[in-house]
């Protein structure tokens, strides 16, 4: 069964630092991009950053630039997001979600990536 699974949020102060884990089981993740993306209650979901399979990443948002890193351990079978300086507005549920191509979509569009994990709650509060 092709399944991905995050994993690593929770409850963070302001200026604090996470990191997510997106596990897939089922099939190769080194074969296929992956993306992470965040969603707020009552918005659109959106992409962050997405990693090809020769581990370039590309952000979709500037929010993310500098703070986060996308990076991947194909010995693990696992897509990272690493998350820095984190501020109230990073608040939102995470997904990773992979495409069917070796590269990264250009829109970021969540109609791009064709499998979804079922995200992990990230707060940024005091």
């Known amino acids: 069964q092709v399944q991905l699974v995050e994993s690593g949020g929770g409850l963070v102060q302001p200026g604090g630092s996470l990191r997510l884990s997106c596990a897939a089981s089922g099939f190769t993740l080194g074969t296929y991009a992956v993306g992470w993306f965040r969603q707020v209650p009552g918005k659109e979901r959106e992409a962050m950053s997405c990693t090809t399979t020769w581990d370039n990443s590309i952000f979709y948002l500037d929010v993310g630039k500098g703070r986060f890193t996308i990076s991947r351990d194909n010995a693990k079978n696992t897509v990272y997001l690493q998350m820095n300086s984190l501020k109230p507005e990073d608040t939102a549920t995470y997904y990773c979600?992979?495409?069917?191509?070796?590269?990264?979509?250009?829109?970021?569009?969540?109609?791009?990536?064709?499998?979804w994990g079922q995200g992990t709650q990230v707060t940024v509060s005091s």
């Open positions: 979600a992979r495409t069917e191509t070796k590269g990264c979509p250009g829109s970021g569009q969540p109609s791009s990536f064709q499998t």
